[in-house]
């Protein structure tokens, strides 16, 4: 055989064993990937939270400040302790006279009606401050002439009650004893005196306020279901 023919022959026969080989091996599956330390073992992510949120409309508690009454306003007759500190010649129990004034050592008379007790003490601080190196000054109420109701007319137990913390008629009316028989409960009045000062002189106003006790008893007209002030008088007709 010439050596031409045998070196094709050669070729050939390589060719075919090549591509049986290629046939008969399956195919290589590429090695799954190795996690990362960072992923072993990781937990499922978690569902993000809802955010809190304070629930909207609430009302405000009894005792938050924007659901109480009025800073209280020194009226005469009113009992105020003063207290300065260090100074126990100064510091005594002063009663507020009916023309408005209270005595102060070393000051004479101050007029004290229609101011709140911080405000007195801050006077004082500064009037005593030309007689004492730094005065420290604190006014108390010890006894309020004022802080009292009146309940009067066709009511079980009419009179005076004290004025401890926010009261409204309703609860007024409880406290008396609620109504006689006869009472005309739509024609119930609140009498107020609204005090004012002008030129260290004291002005008193009276106002009155119609009330039907029916009609808040029935949940309706609950605006006249007024929280009470100092010396008001409700009357029952």
């Known amino acids: 055989m010439a050596p031409a023919l045998l070196t094709v022959l050669v070729l050939a026969v390589s060719s075919l064993t090549t591509e049986a080989l290629a046939q008969a091996t399956p195919p290589r599956q590429a090695a799954p990937a190795q996690p990362t330390p960072s992923q072993?073992?990781?937990p499922p992510a978690a569902a993000a939270a809802p955010e809190t949120q304070a629930p909207a409309g609430e009302f405000l508690s009894p005792y938050d400040r924007d659901a109480?009454?009025?800073e209280y306003r020194i009226a005469p007759g009113d009992v105020l302790q003063?207290?300065?500190w260090r100074e126990p010649e100064l510091s005594r129990d002063v009663r507020v006279r009916p023309d408005g004034f209270m005595t102060v050592p070393l000051l004479g008379d101050?007029?004290?009606v229609a101011k709140t007790t911080k405000g007195l003490a801050a006077e004082l601080t500064q009037q005593l401050s030309r007689f004492v190196n730094g005065p420290v000054v604190t006014v108390t109420l010890a006894?309020?002439?004022t802080l009292r109701f009146y309940v009067v007319g066709e009511v079980n137990k009419p009179?005076?009650?004290p004025l401890v913390g926010r009261t409204t008629v309703m609860q007024a009316l409880a406290l008396a004893g609620g109504f006689r028989e006869y009472a005309k409960t739509e024609e119930v009045k609140l009498l107020r005196q609204e005090l004012s000062v002008t030129g260290g002189r004291t002005k008193t106003r009276e106002i009155v306020l119609p009330?039907?006790?029916k009609a808040i008893a029935q949940g309706q007209n609950l605006h006249q279901n007024f929280a009470l002030k100092p010396g008001d008088v409700i009357v029952v007709p």
């Open 143 to 145: 006894d309020s002439s």
């Open 40 to 42: 072993e073992k990781r």
């Open 110 to 112: 101050l007029f004290a």
């Open 82 to 84: 003063v207290f300065v």
């Open 159 to 161: 009179g005076e009650f």
């Open 211 to 213: 009330l039907n006790y």
């Open 68 to 70: 109480l009454t009025p």
